[in-house]
């Protein structure tokens, strides 16, 4: 009874250690390629847009849901609305998704190919990215300032009649926070795949 209980506690014993060994070859594989490769620093930072808007989805939506730039009121007897800024969000918030995952592929072609071209494709995303992204943390900004306040601009009521003043939810912070990561990744990860692309590229012509 005891063989049987130390053959199997060798053998688990001898799976747990090809295991370990197994992650580590995966660990050490995976940072001794960025040795050989230098454009995949710089491709997995291009691609974090793709990742973080499109996985972030759940975040965004409610965010943008909840915008409004108008007020209404009555002033002297007379109705006026007030429009602070077009309600445009959920285009820019396309516009980011689209784009987060064109990324995805010009940065597979970055770490790849390696050359200048998809340098400068990640590039024109990239673009796109941080200029949509400006616009997107414009609009949650003015958001916030319109709904915050003694006496906000843009009044949310619950089914009470109360006013319900603004608060940094979950929502709203991971939004931002993916925005902004997304934008500076993207950003550093071109300047890099500009210092380290591959000088002696040259296309193949059949």
Not at 128 to 142: D, E, H, P, S
């Amino acid at each position: 009874m005891e063989k049987n209980n130390e053959k199997k506690s060798n053998k688990f014993k001898s799976v747990m250690l090809s295991f370990l060994n197994y992650v580590k070859f995966i660990f050490v594989d995976f940072f001794t390629s960025f040795k050989y490769n230098k454009m995949k620093l710089p491709g997995m930072l291009v691609a974090i847009p793709g990742i973080f808007l499109g996985f972030f989805l759940t975040f965004h939506i409610p965010v943008v849901n909840s915008y409004s730039f108008v007020s209404a009121g009555y002033v002297g007897g007379d109705y006026v609305e007030t429009v602070y800024f077009p309600d445009i969000s959920a285009l820019v918030l396309f516009i980011l998704v689209l784009f987060g995952i064109l990324n995805l592929f010009t940065a597979f072609s970055m770490m790849s190919k390696k050359n200048l071209g998809s340098v400068i494709t990640s590039t024109i995303t990239t673009v796109i990215i941080v200029a949509a992204g400006i616009l997107y943390l414009y609009m949650l900004f003015l958001y916030v300032q319109l709904r915050s306040g003694a006496e906000p601009i843009v009044v949310v009521k619950d089914e009470l009649g109360n006013i319900i003043p603004f608060t940094w939810s979950t929502n709203y912070l991971a939004s931002l926070i993916s925005v902004v990561v997304s934008m500076v990744c993207s950003v550093v990860g071109v300047i890099l795949g500009f210092i380290f692309y591959d000088r002696n590229y040259k296309k193949v012509k059949f």
